[in-house]
């Protein structure tokens, strides 16, 4: 039998060079544009921030005489970026024992919402019914913004004893808010499954549950992933707002707190904090996401 | 459960027909194949064919007529009659192993994993997959794709086996390599196929019947064609053969006479626009104008015109 040319391996052998003479002297011009390309990237972000904080301090100045400038933030803010870990109070605490307050309810809100918005979006996916009966009351709800849920979440849970009704409901808020693109981005997912995919389980005579798991689920997985990260990005959000109207401590409520006591310097502290964690979310659930693509 | 009778024919369509909405694709569709044949049904694209083999598989029910298996009627798709996609359908996160082992693990549950593994091993190498086991469909070439879907319907041990298209997504070479492969699979297992596709000649080196389908809407099987050459076919020998290029002749009639589309004749009152044809012997300008030059269009006209005296 002649050996098939499609089924030897068609990996190629990368050739060894040999090094027998030294390597050239590169041109002056590449070496010098590579080391552009990479004072690029650190040089011109700094360049951004530096032009930012410059308009701080001309704001601060200027127009906007009751923000507190750029050193008075830093000499304020120093106790707590310096230590991170300490409590000094209930609402006096280093600034990453803050952030990890935040993280924790978070994480509580977003466990809730992924848990309730994925078969609520396999539903409305599979069921032509369901969606129609349900679909009209999801986009009414999705624009409603946390602020509003919040009181909702007070009133729901304000009768039940002994519970920690500020928590609940902050957790109230963060599931309902949180909860729509995984929602909408699943039902979309389970209808984009190629009829194929479908029609090689009902040949194999799979079961229901069989189909689910082996083909609908890993086929959905891409779309539920984009959900997850967007959903992340709204519960972290809708963090800080929970916080802010129920005084929780945490980056929201310090934030909120140190409004109220007239200290300004602590409130960009805060924003940039909230920007940072936001951004390193973000970027952790991307790379899961993409390790969960490529299978 | 009656044995089947030896005459029965193992799958049957009786006066077929299917619509969607308003097209009428499959027209009293009637089809008999027996146990062993390799039936060939040939077809312009658009036709109904995928139509065609999916109601064979039971993925579609008919609108009138009635599909059998086994004098049965068809209630829904099994793997007693496996399908080989047009598109691959392979599932993109597993290997061609898994794959493999998705037809094998559904169908024989209750067997040892060892023994099973080895019954997907058997059917990669049946296909010459072997080397390419833990690859993903990604990382495979058309070919290779449509022999692990071979190898998956082949696992599931068919009682027919349905081609639908699966070289036409190819090119020429690869179709003619994964060609041989069917022919030598059916020669080495005795199977029944019913292969749809495009191409006469791959329909005539390979099966033991030809049927033409009349091109839609409203498409229905021609009269079926005996193919009488003896096996193995050698592709390169039968380019010669004068059995071959009168066979091959009379496939490429029969569709195209099936094929000829019915006219109809409108007769209307329609009135006409009064056309003056553009005189092309008028020197032409290169002033862009709005509109074609007429023989009667210019014309020299004297003015006397009165000069102003105060």
Redesign the interface.
Known sequence: MTPDPLTSSSLPVAAATAATEPPKPRPAASRLSRGFARVDWIVLPLLGAAFVVLLWYLSSATWAKELPNPTRTWEASKPYILEPFAKRGELDQGILRFTWLSLVLVAKGYAIALAIGTPLGFLLGLSAPFSKAFDPLIQVLRPVSPLAWLPLGMILFGSWKGANVSELAALFTIALCAMWPTVLNTAVGVRAIPQDYLNVARVLKLSRWKTLTRVMIPATLPYMFTGFRLSLGIAWLVIVAAEMLTGRPGVGGFLWQQYNALIYEQIILCILTIGLVGFVLDRLMSLVERRFKSA | MNARDASMPLLELAGVSKRFGNLHVLHDVHLSVEEGEFVAIIGYSGSGKTTLVSIL?G?LSPDAGEARFEGRPIA????E???V?Q?Y?L?P?LTVRENVA??VD??HPDWPAAERAACVDRHVAMV?????RDRRPAEL?G??RQRVSVARTLA?DPRVLLLDEPFSALDAL?RA?LQDEIARIRREQRRTVVLITNDPDEALLLADRVIPLTRGPRATLGPSLPVTLPHPRDRRLLQESPEFRKLRREVIESLLSLGARPTTTVTRELVLPDLEPEDLSLPRTWTPRSGPRRRRERQSVAVSVEPDSN
């Open positions: 598989a993925l829904g798709p099994g793997p009659r496996g399908l996609f598109n359908s599932l996160w998705l037809a559904s169908l010459n997959l072997s080397a390419a070439s070919g290779m599931m690869t390599t």
